[in-house]
């Protein structure tokens, strides 16, 4: 017999080797679990392999063969019944020699250690804290004014043991008191200032007993400043000649026009609807200038734009300076003198958005004048009243403003002829009518809308759509409103202006519309609740006060007439006829669209003319 170091051992027999490896032992904890396998990754590999598994109690010494046949014993929920030797023996052939590898693992289970159990209180520096020990009223002194416990730190110095050393523990430190509530037991301690230094854990014991409770103090260090890494201005647009940037532009705001549309147009159409989406974009588009870290992601993918698209400002600006000559686009802010603006954000909003800063007042009444005797002016006074009062609390404001005035291409006969408007449920209304007889427009059925398209032209590159259902039944119109989305509209606008112009029978009603609304509710429901709550607007105010938007509304109005389109807003089937007409004389939706910018001015419904 040779034996080889440790505890392995090599016998050589007739025809058979026996290889016997080493002896493990392990130590497990009680109801846990654990897996023995018979031998190593890097035994020797044995053919026609067979396994045998005993076990040796520890405790009655009883040798027994186990049930187990495989490479791999699971022993569950061990207890000390488990405690012995667990020995495998494989054999095989190696080759045409018979072989028996066998391992041997010696088991101990112990019981798990007791858990130790303490509370934990997160402070920031330079603020008080109080560190509680409520004991059981089992431990309280019999003399109210004599605490039943000693305070002492992780290290064994004693802070607090009486209150008679209250006095003259004071005088060493004037931070660490009693703040005991003794009818709830409470022998809690108070900190003052809290230094870092504190940090650690504490030990109330309670005396005469076995009993000590623990407390962990983790002082955390003040927070950076708020808009640290934030207050950097917008990048530069670093590919300006690039034409992809304006069709980004282009696309996103088609795109949030038709989400907006389906959010404020509600599932059961029963009023008229008008609203500028260039408007509301345009004063979100000024506020992403400042807007950072989580707060420009959020507006990012709420106003379908790329992540970081930097080109957005310089390319919104070049689309001002498209439209100018029907189109007018103005932008301002209003901010409290308490406000500190960021000069960066002040220069890029002059520069890209016109956006010329004016202080808030200490009078709410004069505000309110200020900021719609702004509106007025922009809007060439279709909208005198944008907002009825200021909050004295409001700190900054953000006003976009667009007024539009186009002529039809086309003259209307002078008439004030009378129509019938069919509404929903076949009610009927008589309306005051625009009519011609030879109107030249695009005409055109859309499966994809379930409607009936006409598009009529109107000077400075612009575009009135209107989207006619089959019939004036709700189900119809709301059917077509359904299927209003981006992929519809750009491929309604990109079709119709290869269709040719058509000389046709026209009825148009005479429509004044002007509509208020609040759009906390829409912006929150795109994902920007945060707007209200805690956004990081560090971009326009660097400073450590925290601002949030306490009220966004738009106002849209929009005239037709025989003159033509005029409209404002502001920000805080196939023909199966004999001839060719279009008469819109039943509910249908309005689209007015910019051709030489590509995007849309306004939208909205028409139920009730």
Avoid at 306 to 312: A, G, N, Y
Avoid at 358 to 373: F, H, R
């Amino acid at each position: 017999m040779i034996r080889g170091p440790g505890c392995t051992s090599l016998f050589l027999l007739p025809f058979l080797e026996l290889l016997s490896l080493s002896t493990c032992d392990i130590t497990v904890l009680q109801y846990s679990s654990i897996s023995l396998p018979c031998v190593p990754e890097d035994a020797p590999m044995l053919a026609d392999t067979t396994y045998t598994w005993s076990f040796t109690s520890a405790e009655t010494q009883q040798h027994h063969i186990l049930e187990e046949k495989g490479n791999i014993l699971k022993l569950s929920h061990v207890n000390t019944s488990n405690n012995g030797q667990y020995k495998c023996v494989q054999e095989g052939y190696k080759g045409e020699i018979r072989v028996r590898l066998s391992r041997t693992f010696s088991i101990r289970v112990e019981e798990p250690p007791a858990f130790q159990e303490w509370q934990v209180i997160r402070v920031e520096a330079k603020n008080d804290v109080t560190l509680p020990c409520q004991v059981a009223k089992s431990f309280s002194s019999k003399e109210t004014n004599s605490p039943p416990v000693v305070w002492k730190r992780d290290k064994g110095e004693v802070l607090l043991k009486d209150t008679d050393d209250q006095e003259k523990k004071d005088k060493t430190t004037q931070r660490v008191s009693w703040d005991t509530r003794p009818e709830e037991q409470d022998w809690a301690i108070k900190i003052i200032k809290v230094r870092e230094e504190d940090a650690g854990m504490y030990q109330c014991v309670v005396i005469n007993s076995s009993q000590t409770l623990f407390v962990q103090l983790e002082v955390q260090g003040p927070p950076p400043p708020r808009c640290l890494g934030h207050s950097d201005p917008w990048e530069a647009c670093l590919d300006e000649d690039s034409r992809s940037g304006m069709a980004i532009l282009q696309e996103s705001l088609t795109d949030f026009s038709t989400i907006v549309y389906s959010k404020l147009k509600g599932s059961k159409p029963k009023t008229n609807l008008i609203f500028s989406p260039v408007s509301i974009a345009a004063a979100l588009y000024n506020l992403l200038l400042g807007a950072r870290a989580e707060t420009r992601t959020q507006l990012e993918q709420a106003l379908k734009l790329p992540v970081e698209f930097s080109c957005l400002h310089f390319e919104m600006k070049k689309v001002k300076e498209v439209m100018k000559d029907t189109v007018s686009m103005a932008s301002t802010m209003f901010y409290s003198p308490e406000e500190q603006v960021a000069e960066a954000f002040i220069n890029q909003s002059l520069e890209f958005y016109d956006a010329v800063p004016q202080q808030l007042t200490n009078d709410s009444v004069l505000n309110v004048k200020l900021i719609n005797d702004w509106v007025a002016e922009k809007t060439n006074n279709k909208i005198t009243e944008l907002i009825k009062e200021v909050d004295p609390y409001t700190g900054f404001v953000l006003l976009n403003a667009v007024y539009f005035n186009g002529k039809w291409k086309t003259v209307f006969e002078p008439t004030n002829k009378l129509e019938t408007f069919t509404m929903f449920s076949d009610k009927v209304k008589n309306v005051t009518a625009l009519y011609s007889t030879k109107y030249n427009l695009q005409m055109g059925y859309f499966k994809s809308l379930k409607a009936e398209v006409g598009k009529f032209p109107l000077t400075g590159k612009n575009s009135l759509y209107i989207l006619l259902p089959p019939t004036s039944s709700e189900k119809d119109f709301l059917l077509m409103e359904k299927n209003i989305n981006y992929n519809t509209i750009k491929a309604m606008v990109s079709e119709m202006s290869k269709m040719p112009i058509q000389t046709a029978e026209v009825t148009l009603p005479i429509i004044k519309l002007k509509e208020t609304k609040q759009l906390e509710e829409l912006l929150s429901d795109m994902g920007l609740s945060d707007l209200f709550i805690k956004p990081n607007l560090c971009g326009m105010f660097p400073g450590e006060q925290e601002s949030f938007i306490s009220d966004i509304r738009h106002s849209a109005s929009l005239s037709l007439t025989e003159k033509g389109v005029e409209a404002a807003a502001a920000t805080s089937i196939s023909f199966s006829r004999s001839f060719p007409s279009f008469s819109a004389l039943r509910p249908f939706v309005l689209m007015l669209w910019n051709d030489a910018a590509g995007i849309p001015l306004f939208m909205g419904r028409i139920i009730d003319p």
